[in-house]
């Protein structure tokens, strides 16, 4: 289901959506949990993409965190397994041709 989160576009699939948080961080948010948060500043030029499944380790949660990197092009999600394991949020630089610009976020 990569089609699920859109590179241009804002979504609306099964309680999730995209949107451009005060801090101008870009973030997936599936029910009332930011599962995945793309942000640059001056402080991190390169800047960091963070997994972070908010408690909810389930399959729903890392198929969305899946999706978005697959879509993205960011770097690949932790499993379920291995948000069982430790759920901690992970935190990865983003690749250095990922662009803010192509990401629509909705609100």
């Avoid at 909810?56 to 499993?79: F, G, H, K, N, Q």
């Amino acid at each position: 289901m990569p089609h699920a989160i859109q590179r241009s576009g804002g979504i609306r699939k099964n309680n999730t959506t995209v949107y451009r948080h005060t801090d101008g961080s870009i973030r997936v948010r599936l029910h009332s949990t930011d599962i995945v948060i793309v942000r640059r500043d001056d402080a991190d030029p390169i800047g960091t993409v963070t997994y972070d499944c908010g408690g909810w380790d389930t399959m729903t949660t890392a198929r969305r965190m899946y999706e978005v990197a697959i879509a993205w092009c960011l770097p690949v999600s932790p499993s379920c397994a291995e948000l069982r394991r430790d759920p901690a949020p992970r935190v990865y630089p983003l690749p250095a041709a990922f662009r803010f610009s192509s990401i629509h976020a909705g609100g």
